[in-house]
């Protein structure tokens, strides 16, 4: 199993709003109230406004397993912190080490650059809350919807 990201393309809109509608409500939090075709077309808009470069530091890639989309990631950059925006995985590649992997390897560069990872987890998310926690970030501050996360090379 080979995993690669590429940078997302306005082609790839579709996809990715499809894995985080999959991921969310393979995880039973896809709220039943909201309609998935309007959902769908807002996170494709949004996905294209990103692709485009219209939120400054902001990467958006495409998970491949062998040259397959799997999964997104969308990572923020500003010279101070790098934050985790978001990470989804297709269920069927979900809990085989990809995203564990993934996250090791932002600990590793925020480590290189001496700043903090930053993640942001919803509170109906326990999976990945325990998620995070195992990889060592821990619970900074909250706001209404999410427990702000952070990693940090303890050394430092």
Known sequence: MTIHLRPATLADAPFL???VIQATIAQGRFPPDVDEEEYRAGYEAWTRETVLGQIPGCTLSVIEEDG?????LRVVRDGTN????????????QNQGIGSGLVEDLKREA???NVPLLIGVEKDNPH????YARLGCRVVGEDGDEYQLEWRNRSL
Do not use: K
């Not at 397959?68 to 997104?72: A, F, L, N, V």
């Not at 990945?128 to 998620?131: E, L, M, P």
């Open 111 to 113: 480590d290189q650059h």
């Open 82 to 93: 790098i934050t985790l925006a978001g990470i989804q995985l297709l269920p069927a590649f």
């Open 68 to 72: 397959r989309p799997i999964g997104r």
């Open 128 to 131: 990945a809350q325990r998620f």
């Open 17 to 19: 709003a499809d894995v």
